[in-house]
């Protein structure tokens, strides 16, 4: 069945607030509704017709294609990343107030992706103190197994941390992470996955004649701290400002959500 979107967060129950706690990553149906989703797909497809895209991959198979902060790009996606339902439901799992940090609209060509790679967030994300950080990965068409739906490794946020993988693109490097079990998540348009910024995640390639179109959008612990990666792209963060390593990123570019 694909009807009614949830209305509210509170309508999210209990126990896949302590799934995701326990798991790393939850998978919520309908959190958009009928028309939502078409106006978001809508605006998703102008986006990345019109902006400059990121490859991520190699020749003409890439593994995907971005918008990099799609959320400073367009309105409507501006009010994807601070949807109330999304983020109030970011806030039940993290159980902790948050803030947006960015959102990239990600596009998986249809017949000729790449497969995603396992790996895990945290390494990549210009900023700590924020042991809550989690991304809402939002549909905008249906992700079967074979249009490349994301897959987790539950638990994998868990792991202490001599046990927790080093290389963030190597994370079945290590034999703890290597022989735990991997869970698939297809889902339907307006469908959301959360996954913790530590949770081990792949996807698959996209094998249909469709377009996989989806918007990750990361939030932040409120208070956390700006750092550097040592990589430019990933620390330059447009309409910011002046940042400072060891700073707290809470200026407008980074809203309270929820
Ligand atoms: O959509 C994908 O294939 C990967 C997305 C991802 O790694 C993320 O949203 O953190």
Redesign the pocket.
């Known amino acids: 069945m694909h009807s009614g979107a949830l209305v509210t967060a509170r309508d999210l129950a209990e126990e896949a607030v302590r799934r995701y706690r326990e798991d790393g990553f939850v998978h919520v149906r309908q959190v958009l509704g009928e028309p939502e989703i078409a106006e978001f797909h809508e605006d998703a497809m102008e986006l990345l017709e019109r902006e400059q895209r990121t490859g991520w991959g190699a020749g003409d198979r890439t593994?995907?294609e971005f918008v990099a902060d799609s959320q400073l790009k367009s309105e409507a996606m501006r009010r994807l990343a601070v949807h109330p339902v999304i983020t109030g439901i970011a806030e039940r799992l993290a159980g902790v107030p948050l803030r947006l940090f960015k959102q990239e609209l990600?596009l998986?060509e249809a017949g000729r992706s790449l497969p995603?790679d396992a790996?895990f967030?945290e390494f990549a994300l210009p900023f700590t103190a924020a042991p809550s950080g989690l991304?809402a990965?939002v549909a905008l068409v249906d992700v079967p197994m074979e249009r490349?739906c994301?897959t987790f490794v539950p638990g994998s946020h868990l792991l202490p941390p001599s046990q927790r993988p080093q290389d963030a693109w190597e994370p079945f490097g290590r034999p703890e992470v290597r022989w735990l079990p991997r869970v698939a998540v297809p889902v339907r348009a307006g469908d959301c996955t959360f996954?913790h910024i530590r949770t081990v995640?792949s996807?698959g390639v996209n094998a249909t004649g469709v377009p996989r179109v989806?918007a990750?959008t990361v939030y932040m612990d409120d208070g956390a701290i700006y750092r550097k990666t040592g990589n430019r792209g990933l620390d330059e963060l447009p309409e910011a400002g002046e940042l400072t390593p060891g700073r707290r990123l809470d200026g407008a570019r980074f809203p309270r959500v929820g």
């Open positions: 593994v995907l990600l998986k995603t790996h967030d991304t990965w490349g994301m996954h995640h996807a989806s990750s």
